[in-house]
């Protein structure tokens, strides 16, 4: 197998596929791809390939419906960044309530100056913040990431209020009793001192955040964006901070006109740019991959619905349809076949285990078809 690398992954993943494969970042025909940022275009969509992995959550540079139309399974590797996600939106809030930055700075500009003790004790009070103890965030999004980022702020003395219109039952048993839950957006805006963005980038979610809602928030209130820069309108936060309508707009997505501006934090999408978080994004990336090429396991597939269960037949065929295929796998009679017929978002993924060599070419003649892929054990 060939696998094609984008952006610099982490040798921890790529030792995952050192028997079997070959892992380039020239390959021109790759059957499988692993990037991180790189912005994929259609044109490297080949003929193939079959899966692209993303050492990371988001998948906005991934032509996602594209690779679908071709039968390309998408991974992305939920959950691997989420604490380095949230340490860095604790240091963000911090940051935003302790004048930490503007201090800092200042202390360089006097640094050689022969009273400097005098001076640091007169100009001190200058840089007088708040305590967050006490305080009420409000947690847009209750994801893996903003699950911890709760979890973390309540632990920090923080009133949490959690917002999402719906939540996973195992990750709202993972959430502390003390922290509310509310499907009522405008809550979260005249109640909290903070918001954190904790979102997916959707056509429904850009511009998430806008004069409209910002008018809706308390006065002073800090924003935080650690998920993607246009779920705030920039032009919008940029006259909510001109006109102190907001306290701060601290992100992960600085642009031009941004930054500058006082009481606007920037900085350089440090969110995943850990050691340990690269590390973990490019195992499951790696992981995600070689499940799915040997043995046709979609979990944390984003266009594909999750199928987990491992590969105890001599092979295994898997079909991609944008229809339900089981009547006419129905019709061809096979005996000691088993079949998993699952669906997601209007695409099919059917999975067929046997160990009758015979059984392999019985599904060539199936209509409707987008891929098929045969996996010998």
Known sequence: MNIRTYNKIAPEGLKLLSRGYEVSDKTEDPNGIILRSHLLTESELTESLQVVSRAGIGVNNIPVAKCTERGIAVFNTPGANSNAVKELVICGLLLASRKVLEASQWLEWVAEENDLQTRIENSKKNYTGHEIKGKTVGVIGLGNIGIEVANALNALGMKVIGYNRTIKPELKESLHENIQITSDINEVYASSDYITLHIPLTESTRNFINTETINKMKENVVVLNFARGE????????????????????????????????????????????????????????????????????????????????????????LISKNDLTNQINELNLKDVDITSLEKNGIFYIVIDTDNEEHVKAFNDLKDVIRIRTLVK
């Open 231 to 318: 779920l705030v309108n920039e032009n919008d936060i940029r006259d909510a901070l001109s006109n102190s309508r907001i306290a701060c707009y601290v992100t992960d997505f600085p642009t031009k006109s941004l930054i500058g501006l006082r009481n606007f934090i920037g900085l350089p999408h440090l969110g995943a740019s850990t050691y340990e978080a690269e590390e973990n994004c490019a195992i499951m990336a790696a992981n995600n991959l070689k499940n799915y090429l040997e043995e046709g396991l979609t979990v944390n597939s984003v266009n594909l619905p999750s199928f987990s269960k491992k590969m105890d037949s001599k092979y295994r065929i898997c």
